[in-house]
């Protein structure tokens, strides 16, 4: 059985830091993409990050392209978001996700066959 356990939301202040790590169990690395969507109140559910393995290539949402950065320790099978100087529209539910690599580049990252969630943190940036 496939599972991802998030840990590390919260609340933070504005211009704070967090690091949210997913830890997977049932599912090798290679072969899949594995990341963080977010939902927003009010808004869709956003695919924001992933990290594919072997090849370690990354995709980021524009609207976090530039400020969050993935990572993954196959050793200790986690998936890392580092949130560095948050903003309030940063407040969501982040989720962590993982299904097939993609094979070329994506403009999004949507979910496809086969496909697993983790239950999800929230995350609250305060002003």
């Known amino acids: 059985e496939v599972q991802l356990v998030e840990s590390g939301g919260g609340l933070v202040q504005a211009g704070g830091s967090l690091r949210l790590s997913c830890a997977v169990s049932?599912?090798?690395?290679?072969?899949?993409?594995i990341g963080w969507f977010r939902r927003a109140p009010g808004k869709e559910r956003e695919g924001i990050s992933y990290?594919?393995?072997?090849?370690?290539?990354?995709y980021y949402a524009e609207s976090v392209k530039g400020g969050f950065t993935i990572s993954s320790d196959k050793t200790k099978k986690r998936v890392y978001l580092e949130m560095p100087s948050r903003k309030p529209e940063d407040t969501a539910v982040y989720c962590c996700?993982?299904?097939?690599?993609?094979?070329?580049?994506?403009?999004?990252?949507?979910?496809?066959?086969?496909?697993?969630w983790g239950q999800g943190t929230q995350v609250t940036v305060s002003s």
């Open positions: 990290i594919s393995s072997p090849d370690g290539r990354t």
């Open positions: 996700a993982a299904g097939a690599s993609p094979r070329t580049v994506v403009k999004e990252w949507l979910p496809s066959d086969p496909w697993w």
């Open positions: 049932g599912l090798s690395f290679d072969g899949y993409a």
